[in-house]
């Protein structure tokens, strides 16, 4: 099992860029793959990007040059740069672990794009 914490979310204008970042726990953390959802409110959690355990990396189209996720396995950390954020960008947005078909998921962080 990982746990996992999310931080740096906040309010932001539009164009404006946020961190966030995910810490974890647990000796399976670096053998993990590791994932950003986003839920807005009424709608179902999406996926957004993911990072395997070597680095490779991908996105859904509509963050594509926007966002750009990495990860420090010697901290325990995965981030999420987000930039030229969009007020569609709005949601709560969730740190994933994926290990031996178990998913584990953090409390999620409020991201508010809006002028």
């Known amino acids: 099992q990982v746990q996992l914490v999310e931080s740096g979310g906040g309010l932001v204008q539009p164009g404006g860029s946020l961190r966030l970042s995910c810490a974890g726990s647990g000796s399976i953390f670096s053998r993990s793959t590791m994932g950003w959802y986003r839920q807005a409110p009424g709608l179902q959690r999406n996926w957004v990007a993911s990072?395997?355990?070597?680095?490779?990396?991908y996105y859904t189209d509509s963050v594509k040059g926007r966002f750009t996720i990495s990860r420090d396995n010697a901290k325990n950390l995965v981030y999420l740069q987000m930039n030229s954020l969009k007020p569609e960008d709005t949601a709560v947005y969730y740190c994933?672990?994926?290990?031996?078909?178990?998913?584990?998921w953090g409390q999620g962080t409020q991201v508010t794009v809006s002028s």
């Open positions: 990072i395997t355990s070597e680095g490779t990396t």
């Open positions: 994933s672990a994926f290990y031996a078909a178990r998913r584990d």
